[in-house]
């Protein structure tokens, strides 16, 4: 059986809903886990069990800062080593990331991984289009960013998901291979002209001013990381392409920028224009 972890979140759910669509022996885990599904907390040790699992989606739980992210997935590692969890995909970050503000957390459990002696699939994840989209502000004359003109190598959420569960339904092709699943680079401009609206560059420090004093409900680490993703794109190190996300797919990726415009027009005021 396959189980995929974070099944109540976008990516986990949207995975198993993928592996289910295949015929895959598939189920979820989750913190608040909804009927059919196993209750996973990674922050309580009791609940992990994984029994009768084959095949662990081991979708990052990322939300939260380094040291609690890389400890939650060392205890779900642990738990697949003795409960004999025979293969582990993790969900991690597209390579360029490196430098951005939660890629410790991804990069220290690639190495959990590798070190657990189970037999591995790493998935680098590229940044969502619906992220990308969704960080559009909305002003009263278009859209403002702090991306500028850089481009972004954005992915539909749903490609990730269907790459995940090509790779959990036949885990033995793509054991020891990492994946860097980046699609076409898109930019804010492009997204501006999709909505028949300007889009105008705010600097780095305006747009940390905004996540710090406009932005309720965010969590500590948070403007951090939002401000690394926006400098990343901006100077050009999140726009490089790679030929793995259609290789796995069998097929041409979604556009993006479809993608990402539908989640810039959701957010769009009601009152504006």
Do not use: K
Request: charged share 20%; net charge negative; glycine share 12%.
């Amino acid at each position: 059986m396959i189980l995929v972890t974070g099944a109540s979140g976008n990516l986990g759910s949207a995975t198993l809903a993928a592996l289910r669509t295949r015929g895959a022996a598939a189920t979820g885990g989750s913190r608040t886990p909804r009927e059919g599904m196993r209750r996973l907390d990674f922050d309580d040790h009791v609940s992990l069990d994984l029994s009768e699992v084959s095949t662990l989606v081991l979708i990052s739980a990322g939300y939260a800062e380094d040291d609690q992210v890389v400890g939650r997935h060392a205890a779900v590692l642990d738990a697949a080593v003795r409960d004999g969890v025979r293969h582990v995909v993790y969900t991690s970050l597209t390579t360029a990331g490196d430098h951005l503000g939660f890629a410790l957390a991804h990069r220290a459990t690639e190495r959990l991984v590798r070190a657990s002696g189970l037999p591995w699939t790493i998935l680098r994840n590229g940044l969502y289009a619906e992220l990308f989209g969704g960080l559009l502000m909305w002003a009263e004359d278009g859209v403002e960013s702090a991306f500028g003109d850089g481009a972004l190598a954005a992915v539909a959420r749903e490609d990730l998901a269907d790459s995940a569960a090509i790779v959990a339904a036949d885990p033995a092709g793509h054991g020891g291979r990492v994946y860097d699943l980046v699609g076409t680079p898109i930019t804010a401009g492009q997204v501006a002209d999709r909505l028949g609206v300007p889009h105008r560059t705010i600097g780095l420090g305006e747009y940390r001013r905004r996540l710090l004093d406009e932005t309720p409900g965010l969590l500590p680490f948070q403007p951090p990381m939002l401000a690394s993703i926006a400098t990343g794109i901006r100077h050009g190190f999140l726009d490089g392409t790679a030929p793995d996300l259609a290789g796995l797919l069998g097929r041409p990726a979604r556009d993006p920028l479809a993608t990402a415009v539908a989640a810039a027009s959701a957010t769009r005021p009601e009152a504006s224009f």
